[in-house]
């Protein structure tokens, strides 16, 4: 069993900038793939990054892409999402996932999900 813990969501104003992290811990072995999701109120999960396990291959949704930067600290288990410029759009629930297996920017395929944390972006 593998548990996430995130933090660092928040209100923020449009243009501004958050930190979010996430942790695992449990029965867990290096090789694996971490991931941020998110749910809008009132839509479905969309995927939004994803990491490697070597931290060199990265995968970004269209929406965010140079205005948010996944990395890992293996020896952490720790995930990152900065985010920069936010936008009303950006307004969601956000999830961190792993996936014990190689890359997949699909909901279902991830076995471990955080709890989610909100983050709000007003205009």
């Known amino acids: 069993q593998v548990q996430l813990v995130e933090s660092g969501g928040g209100l923020v104003q449009a243009g501004g900038s958050l930190n979010l992290s996430c942790a695992a811990s449990?029965?867990?072995?290096?090789?694996?793939?971490m991931a941020w999701f998110r749910q809008p109120p009132g839509k479905e999960r969309e995927f939004v990054a994803a990491?490697?396990?070597?931290?060199?291959?990265?995968s970004y949704a269209d929406s965010v892409k140079g205005r948010f930067s996944i990395s890992r600290d293996n020896a952490k288990n720790t995930a990152y999402l900065q985010m920069n410029s936010l936008k009303p759009e950006d307004t969601a629930v956000y999830y961190c996932?792993?996936?014990?297996?190689?890359?997949?920017?699909?909901?279902?395929?991830?076995?471990?999900w955080g709890q989610g944390t909100q983050v709000t972006v007003s205009s």
């Open positions: 996932a792993v996936r014990m297996r190689l890359f997949s920017d699909s909901a279902a395929e991830y076995d471990y």
């Open positions: 449990g029965r867990i072995f290096s090789a694996y793939t």
């Open positions: 990491i490697m396990w070597s931290g060199r291959s990265t």
